[in-house]
T-cell receptor, first 110, second 114 residues
Framework: DVKVTQSSRYLVKRTGEKVFLECVQDMDHENMFWYRQDPGLGLRLIYFSYDVKMKEKGDIPEGYSVSREKKERFSLILESASTNQTSMYLC?????????FGPGTRLTVT | QQPVQSPQAVILREGEDAVINCSSSKALYSVHWYRQKHGEAPVFLMILLKGGEQKGHDKISASFNEKKQQSSLYLTASQLSYSGTYFCGTERDPSGGGADGLTFGKGTHLIIQP
């Protein structure tokens, strides 16, 4: 059974903290993605990666960075968390067109 | 630019039909549909490709009008399990084969009542 896991379901951080969100997939997929989901805005792509050590900006990369040191793991980094980064963060992976999503991490920045 | 979905929300009785629309201001190579149930991750439903090819769910149908840059999702004889938020997505780079991620619409909330 395909599986994408994210390190935390809920996370509370303070403004200015460095935040790491981890995503692991067990399907040997080349492509991995980070989206954020906000009410009324849908899912918006932050960053994606189509290979180890490769990363590309999505539609809203400002304030974020990513790391992909191993094929199965894709990390999202908030260098200095701000309140406007309070959101649901969803990781996904794919081999071709079908994306498999993780359960999400609800991040609150206070 | 995000595709535009309509309606924003719809409430149906079990057994009724629904149509969800998705339109884009840019030329489309494909349209992807996902459903997200409350508190769960989005799940792939289907992809519609230029030229008419369609892959995915066997109980939900969809159309893709390449000239009008529109897609519609048809839910017939709706079941309680169809409740959720439906998202359409368009490929950011048609040559990427899906590797470049999707630009999603804002979603359509579908509530099916008994």
């Amino acid at each position: 059974d395909v599986k994408v896991t994210q390190s935390s379901r809920y996370l509370v951080k303070r403004t200015g903290e460095k935040v790491f969100l981890e995503c692991v997939q067990d399907m040997d997929h080349e492509n991995m993605f980070w989206y954020r989901q906000d009410p009324g805005l849908g899912l918006r792509l932050i960053y994606f990666s189509y290979d180890v050590k490769m990363k590309e900006k999505g539609d809203i990369p400002e304030g974020y960075s990513v790391s992909r040191e191993k094929k199965e793991r894709f990390s999202l980094i908030l260098e200095s968390a701000s309140t406007n980064q309070t959101s649901m963060y969803l990781c996904a992976s794919s081999r071709s067109y079908e994306q498999y999503f993780g359960p999400g991490t609800r991040l609150t920045v206070t | 630019q995000q595709p535009v979905q309509s309606p924003q929300a719809v409430i149906l009785r079990e057994g009724e039909d629904a149509v969800i629309n998705c339109s884009s201001s840019k030329a489309l190579y494909s349209v992807h549909w996902y459903r997200q149930k409350h508190g769960e991750a989005p799940v792939f439903l289907m992809i519609l490709l230029k030229g008419g090819e369609q892959k995915g769910h066997d109980k939900i149908s969809a159309s893709f009008n390449e000239k009008k840059q529109q897609s519609s999702l048809y839910l017939t004889a709706s079941q309680l399990s169809y409740s959720g938020t439906y998202f359409c997505g368009t490929e950011r780079d048609p040559s990427g084969g899906g590797a470049d991620g999707l630009t999603f619409g804002k979603g359509t909330h579908l509530i099916i009542q008994p």
